[in-house]
């Protein structure tokens, strides 16, 4: 059974985040939800400061002010290892793109989302394995 992550999902459409978080809960995931990129940085750092680190976010890339390129890069600066994955209605470019480790466009199937954390959590427990 694979290990269970915290993770946190960041949109400003509260169906979307209840949606991922009734997807991912159900895989045994801990899943924390915030409705603007700001509250959602402060949501992460905050389980920093209390030892519970966030492995997973999941961030729309167009929220108000604080939209998830800005949300991705003070992720990867307080916690490079944290996987970042960019959710959006709208064409961002090709990857690699700063701070982010996969883009998925809306619609997409959860499928998609959950197989790719579960093949950052096994990438991640074989670096740990040869360490």
């Given at each position: 059974m694979?290990?269970?992550?915290?993770?946190?999902?960041?949109?400003?459409?509260?169906?979307?985040?209840?949606?991922?978080?009734r997807v991912l809960t159900r895989d045994g995931d801990s899943v924390a939800s915030a409705s603007t990129g700001g509250d959602g940085i402060a949501m992460f750092h905050g389980a920093l400061a209390r030892g519970e680190p966030v492995q997973v976010v999941v961030?729309?890339?167009?929220?108000g002010p604080v939209n998830g390129?800005?949300?991705?890069?003070?992720?990867?600066?307080?916690?490079p290892g944290t996987f970042v994955v960019l959710v959006t209605g709208t064409t961002v470019g090709s990857p690699p793109?700063?701070?982010i480790d996969l883009i998925l466009q809306k619609p997409f199937r959860f499928d998609e989302l959950r197989r790719a954390i579960r093949k950052f959590a096994s990438r991640r427990s074989e670096a740990?394995?040869?360490s």
């Open positions: 694979p290990v269970p992550f915290r993770i946190l999902v960041i949109d400003d459409e509260p169906g979307f985040c209840t949606l991922v978080t961030t729309d890339l167009t929220m390129m800005a949300v991705a890069a003070e992720v990867k600066a307080a916690a793109i700063p701070n740990v394995r040869r």
